[in-house]
Structure formats: structure tokens, C-alpha cells
């Protein structure tokens, strides 16, 4: 009896972490299609999918036009539509004939525009009730009613699953309840915000798809073949992780890929935008800078494949360089991992992570956070940073500034630094450690971790230079950092940004053992 007991809470178990992939012989459409749905215009070509009995035929058609037939196979159908202009509201149409009969779907009120994939771990999960100003946010999204919102629910399996297992909110027309569902649920703000700012540059619809889960890691959200890659074995984060709940999502390797990710391979989309690697900051952290580019490269290959080729291979990827966590703090967790979310370049795009845009949110702290610092309210700048590089990178716009100040040389003369930005600067906070020069016996003898870091202040500045003093260093200068801190400034208050102050500079590490791309002595 006790062995019958232990078995069916097993299979409970087993049901929870591995979602039945069987469905019944009924016709209907996949998970994520329904009525207010947002479908990818052209050029690319949407797919329509969804189960049917077996052999029947499935003909799917725009407003009675298009018309697309597919038999149903292994309990699948599947179809690609002829590319469609942005706009609508237009129905769309799903006819099973089989031999029971005909059978007709109908989905309503649907849109064609630009789909997009919002990613991540609880700064993305965070909804627009917990941002900044919230009651206005909340006020306005009734506004945008052709920027249409979907969530998938919090879910996780150990084998790849080919279609949702739930749903968390079907595609639907923002509203203060829709978007305010409570915190840490749904909608995502920073997913919401990045889609009403694109909509009111692109002037058509835009859907956007949320899929994250707060406490999570890169891990979790890649596949066996990107874990495999950077050199990980199969398993779980550590036994300190066993509990999950909310706050602490699921720590095994690929159990969102596989639940999350997996089953919207075959959906059209124009690009995806993530806010993740808090976690990563305890965890495998000095593999993030394969992990990380890894995943992209992943995700962008299922995607092309999944859907016959519609979803670009090379599809744009925006994403947020963290923010802080504890005000002087003495660990360099942080600093790392913001330079790893770059593969060790500081900048984005850049040659490992092409047709990519990275939004600094260094300077956006918020100590005052109800969530706690490491959550800040203000992600209105940081959907506004990820909108100028989707504008530059995804949309192609010309003379977009989307990329903070980087340095292009480093020269040491004597106890004086000089480095020369990609960008005319502004400089009004002369932070006096902000910039720190490694202090050796040997110039090969520092790294990131190296406590022989003393600070360089800065004593000029003209037009795209800075000018430092090294004259804290008595022994050889090997290498240089700038915010090299888990909370290296205030809010907006960091001393690099643009000359039009819109964007901060990000953080840099260089020298013999820095990036390795170019040494700041000769």
C-alpha cells in the first residue's frame, strides 16, 4: 500500500515538472493564438498551428482571403501565411474537414505588427503598478489599444515541451487592471513600456510576449546544447535552491527553456529584449560571459528553425546591464557580471554579440525600492535606453546615439591617463573614485579582483578626453576601471554620460589582463 501511496505522488510530481505533451484529438489552435492577438507582418510570415484529428484537413484564411491548407499530422497542423501588412483588426479563420464533418474557428479582432519577446528574471516581471509614477502609467495604457499583451505562466518542465502548458493572460487590450495584475505577476512594466514607446515611433500595432520568472538564472533559460558549450554538466544550481516559490524561481538547468521558451519556437517574432543576470552574480558568474551570448545564439537559431525559417536568424536582442544591490558593498559580483553581459567587450553590439543593444541602468539605483534596491522603480529610463538601441539596431534608423561613451585609446604619460571616448562627453560629477588604476611591481600583474586598485582622479576634461592623475599609484600602473562597483554612483550621477546626458557611460575594466582586445600600455 505504502509503495501504490509513494507512486502517485510521484506521478503528481512527474505531472508538475513534466507537463503532458499529449492532448485530445479536438481542433483547436495552440496555446498562444486567440482573439486581440498581435501576428508578425512582413516581410517575415506568421505560422498557425494547433491540433486537429488525424489526417483531417486544416485550412486557414485571413478575412477569407490567403487561404493555406495543411493535414494534420501526429496530431499537428501547421500553416504559414503569405506576408501581411501591419494593421487590422482583421478575423482569422481555421476550417477542419474530416471525416466527422467540417468544423470551423474564428479569432477575432486581430492585428498584424511587430512581435517581441520580453525575457528574464523579476526587474523584468516587475508590473507597472510597482514602477514609478505608477498611477499614471496605469492611467495611460488604456491609450495604446493596439499594443496587445500575452503572458505565459510560470512553468517548468525536464523535457522540451511543444506547446504551453498554461496560460497567465491570454493576448489581450492593455487596461489599469490588465497591466496592474499585482506584483511581480503581470504585465511586465518594462515589457509594456519598451512596446507603448515603440508603438509611438512605429505607429502600427505591436504584440509582446512575456516569459520570466523572478530568482532565475541563465541556466534555466538555456538549452542542454548551450550549457553544453560553455562547458556545464547536466543538473541542479546547488541543494540551497530546492525551494521555489516566486521570489526564488526554479534553479535546474533548462527547465525554462524547455517550458517557457521551447513551446514559442514556432511563433513569428521581430526581436526580444531581457533583463537577467542578478542571479547569475552567486552563481557560475565568470561563465556568464559564454553563457549569456551562448543562449542568444540559441534562441535565435530554434527561433529561425521553429518557424520554417519566418523569424530572422540573426533577430535583434536588446537586454539591460543590471543595476546595484548593496550600497558599499566591497564585492566586485556585480561590476563582473555587467562586464560578462558584454563577453568581456563593455559595449554592444561588438563583435561576439552582433545585432544586440544593451540599456546601462548602473546609474538608475533606487535605495528607497520597497522591493529592495536590487529591484529599482524607474523603468521608464530603462525602456527609453532599450528603445533608442531598438531604433538603431532593429529598425535601422540612421543617427540614432544608442551607446554610452566608450573608450577607443588609453595612453599613459607619466603620473597623467588620458583617455580618448567614442563621443563628445559630459563630466559633472568628479567622483574621486569612480576611475581606479592597478598598482603593481609587475605591469602583468593585475586582473579584475586584484585588490592593488587605487583611485585615479579625474583633474580635466575636454571634449571626448579625460584626464586622470595616477599619482595614488607609486609602483608600475597596469591596468584601469571605471565603476567598477556594485553601486558605483547616485541616481543619475555617475560622471561619464553623453553630451546630451541621455546616456551614462558604461562600466570598463582594461589592461594586460582585462579584455584582451587592447592594452593601455605599450
Known amino acids: 500500500m505504502e509503495s501504490l501511496v509513494v507512486l502517485g505522488v510521484l506521478a503528481i510530481i512527474c505531472g508538475l515538472i513534466h507537463p503532458a505533451n499529449g492532448f485530445e484529438e479536438r481542433f483547436r489552435f495552440a496555446s498562444y493564438y486567440g482573439d486581440h492577438m498581435v501576428l508578425q507582418a512582413g516581410p517575415g510570415s506568421a505560422v498557425i498551428w494547433g491540433y486537429g484529428a488525424e489526417g483531417a484537413t486544416v485550412t486557414v484564411s485571413v478575412e477569407g482571403k490567403d487561404k493555406h491548407t495543411a493535414k494534420v499530422l501526429d496530431g499537428i497542423w501547421s500553416v504559414t501565411l503569405d506576408p501581411v501588412k501591419p494593421g487590422g483588426p482583421f478575423t482569422l479563420t481555421a476550417e477542419h474537414l474530416s471525416q466527422d464533418g467540417l468544423t470551423s474557428l474564428n479569432l477575432t479582432d486581430v492585428l498584424f505588427g511587430d512581435v517581441w519577446l520580453c ?8 508590473t507597472l503598478s510597482q514602477v514609478m509614477n505608477a498611477s499614471e502609467e496605469l492611467a495611460e495604457a488604456s491609450k495604446f489599444p493596439d499594443v496587445r499583451v500575452f503572458s505565459a505562466a510560470l512553468e517548468q518542465s525536464s523535457t522540451e515541451l511543444r506547446d504551453l502548458a498554461k496560460v497567465a493572460l491570454p493576448w489581450s487590450i492593455p487596461s489599469a487592471k490588465v497591466l496592474g495584475a499585482g506584483n511581480f505577476t503581470q504585465f511586465s512594466a518594462v515589457c509594456w513600456l519598451f512596446g507603448r514607446y515603440l508603438y509611438e515611433r512605429l505607429q502600427y500595432p505591436v504584440g509582446l510576449v512575456e516569459s520570466c520568472w523572478g530568482g532565475t538564472p541563465v541556466e534555466a533559460w ?11 554538466v547536466e543538473g541542479t544550481l546547488g541543494s540551497r ?18 517550458a517557457m521558451i521551447h513551446p514559442l519556437l514556432n511563433m513569428t517574432i521581430k526581436g526580444a529584449i531581457w533583463y537577467q543576470g542578478e542571479d547569475n552574480t552567486n552563481y557560475n558568474l565568470d561563465l556568464y560571459n559564454c553563457t549569456f551570448p551562448a543562449m542568444i545564439d540559441d534562441w535565435r537559431l530554434s527561433f529561425h ?9 540573426v533577430f535583434p536582442f536588446g537586454f539591460v546591464q ?27 553590439p561588438n563583435p561576439r554579440m552582433k545585432d544586440t543593444f544593451m540599456a546601462v541602468s548602473v546609474d538608475l539605483v533606487d535605495p528607497g525600492s520597497p522591493w529592495g534596491s536590487i529591484h529599482p522603480r524607474y523603468k521608464q529610463d530603462v525602456a527609453r535606453r532599450l528603445i533608442l538601441g531598438a531604433r538603431a539596431v532593429a529598425y535601422g534608423e540612421k543617427g540614432i546615439s ?6 577607443t585609446k588609453v595612453e599613459l604619460k607619466g603620473n597623467i591617463m588620458i583617455i580618448t571616448y567614442s563621443q563628445k562627453i559630459t563630466v559633472t560629477h568628479f567622483n574621486k573614485d569612480v576611475f581606479e588604476v592597478c598598482c603593481s611591481k609587475k605591469k602583468t600583474a593585475c586582473d579584475v579582483s586584484s585588490s592593488g586598485w587605487a583611485p585615479a582622479p579625474v583633474f580635466n576634461v575636454y571634449s571626448n578626453i579625460i584626464f586622470l592623475t595616477t599619482e595614488n599609484c607609486p609602483d608600475e600602473v597596469s591596468g584601469l576601471r571605471y565603476a567598477w562597483k556594485d553601486w558605483p554612483c547616485d541616481w543619475k550621477a555617475c560622471p561619464v554620460y553623453s553630451a546630451d546626458r541621455v546616456l551614462p557611460a558604461p562600466p570598463f575594466v582594461v589592461g594586460p589582463q582585462g579584455s584582451g582586445r587592447w592594452t593601455i600600455l605599450e
Open 119 to 126: 525575457g528574464g528574471q523579476s526587474n523584468m516581471e516587475m
Open 222 to 232: 538555456s538549452s542542454h546544447r548551450v550549457l553544453h558549450r560553455c562547458g556545464l
Open 241 to 258: 535552491f530546492e525551494y521555489v516559490d516566486r521570489v526564488m524561481g526554479p534553479r535546474f538547468n533548462s527547465v525554462l527553456w524547455n
Open 305 to 313: 528553425q521553429g518557424s520554417a525559417g519566418q523569424t530572422s536568424a
Open 322 to 348: 543590471i543595476c546595484t544591490d548593496n550600497q558599499g558593498s566591497p564585492s566586485d559580483a556585480f561590476p563582473r557580471l555587467r562586464w560578462h553581459q558584454t563577453a568581456d567587450f563593455g559595449f554592444a
Open 402 to 407: 544608442f551607446q554610452g561613451p566608450f573608450p
